[in-house]
């Protein structure tokens, strides 16, 4: 049995959860591969808006079973407190298992973090989480495991022990038993640590071949790959970002896009839907299809702008299409959208250079074209 991946094409904040909500439908098992706290991951249900950081998106699916795997960085504090969130909302916390190769974040990890920004010429925007300094003290092998903080005597191991499984065994005996797998990424390719932005990127592997390392599966068990991207682009923290908008058009994005960070409030840059940065996703993780998020938040505008191609010095090459007016959040089949919307869409389809099959056009959980 195959492990299919959901995982941001852009700067993170593509609308990741809600998209893993709606596929986890299908699934036995959804787990979240790398990252920490620095993510949030915000579902809209009836109204009322659940913001995830470590559980994986699928846990308002009461059937899934949720892991986190041993490519993640978890902060006990964080996860017991979103556990407690959720208890008060009715959710099962007790189908959350987390591996036991996963490694802890420490207060000292988001002192070093902070520290580490403010000694930096040029800060890097980081969610101040402590997530650089936990996975550099993995690498220099200095770091704890969640077995070995379970192993000591915090307060925060007892309650967290339940939870820890061999993550290996966890989730090759399900895969062995026909248990289909949905693989969560966190961030975005653009904040790879390898293949994003470099040095202004997360410290972890986000990118597909990330699920494999993250969950301890080999290359041949991976299969669908679903990129998310956003219809327009976004970027919260410093570095570069070729389509980005320093205008009014940039701001209408905001205010419309409420385009400010889940986990630290920053107002988050925004600018037009970046094709060269969606093909560059679609080589490195392999994407098979698209989700597209937020189109609702371009309605309204007279025009949409795609950069199409970089230029020297910064300077990009942008192409115009026509903006509808219409309000779009009814919309179910793409039948429904306007011609305009559908043009644009089929464009970036075409550009990107793969399908495109699931639409959102506003948060709460039902506001799909598909
Ligand atoms: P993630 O980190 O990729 O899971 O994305 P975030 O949850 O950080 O950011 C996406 C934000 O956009 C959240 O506040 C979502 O509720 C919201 N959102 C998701 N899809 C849509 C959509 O189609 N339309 C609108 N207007 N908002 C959306
Ligand atoms: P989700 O999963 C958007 C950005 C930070 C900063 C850089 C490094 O919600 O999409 P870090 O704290 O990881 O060392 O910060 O990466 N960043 C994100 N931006 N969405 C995220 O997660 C992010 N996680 C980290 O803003 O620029
Ligand atoms: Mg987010």
């Not at 036995?28 to 790398?34: K, L, M, N, P, T």
Request: glycine letters at 12%; aromatic letters at 6%.
């Amino acid at each position: 049995m195959s492990i299919d991946v959901i995982l941001g094409m852009q700067w993170g904040d593509e609308g990741k959860g809600r998209v893993v909500d709606f596929y986890a439908r299908e699934y036995g098992v959804v787990a979240r591969f790398g990252g920490g706290d620095n993510a949030g991951h915000s579902l809209v249900v009836a109204g009322r808006t659940i913001a995830l950081r470590l559980t994986p998106s699928g846990v308002l699916q009461p059937h899934a079973e949720l892991f986190i795997g041993g490519g993640c960085v978890v902060n006990p504090w964080t996860l017991l407190e979103e556990f407690r969130m959720l208890a008060a909302l009715g959710v099962d916390v007790e189908r959350v298992s987390v591996s036991d190769r996963a490694h802890v974040v420490l207060p000292q990890h988001v002192d070093a973090d902070k520290r580490r920004e403010a000694d930096r010429e040029q800060a890097l925007g980081t969610t101040g989480r402590g997530i650089g300094p936990a996975y550099a003290d993995r690498a220099s092998r200095v770091g704890l495991t969640v077995r070995e903080f379970c192993e000591s005597d915090a307060p925060e191991a007892q309650r967290l022990r339940p939870h820890v499984v061999d993550g290996v065994a966890y989730l090759h005996d399900r895969l062995e038993r026909g248990v289909r797998v949905l693989a969560e990424g966190a961030q975005g390719t653009m904040l790879d640590v390898v293949y994003g932005t470099y040095p202004f990127v997360t410290s972890s592997s986000t990118i597909a071949g990330g699920a494999c390392t993250g969950l301890g599966v080999g290359p041949k068990s991976i299969g669908r790959v679903i990129g998310v991207a956003k219809a327009y682009c976004t970027r919260v923290g410093s570095g570069p970002f070729p389509s980005e908008l320093d205008n009014r058009e940039g701001e209408y994005l905001r205010e419309q896009g409420h385009e400010f960070g889940t986990v630290t409030g920053r107002p988050r840059r925004c600018g037009w839907f970046d094709a060269v940065a969606a093909r560059y996703a679609v080589r490195v993780d392999g994407v098979d299809a698209i989700a597209l998020t937020k189109l609702d938040v371009l309605s309204g505008l007279e025009r949409i702008g795609i950069v199409t191609a970089y230029g020297a010095d910064g300077a990009v090459e942008t192409e115009y299409v026509d903006g509808w007016r219409e309000q779009i959040r009814g919309a179910r089949r793409i039948t429904e959208l306007p011609q305009a919307a559908r043009s644009y869409v089929e464009r970036i389809q075409r550009l990107a250079g793969v399908p495109i099959e699931l639409i959102s056009v506003g948060p709460e959980r039902e506001e799909l074209v598909r």
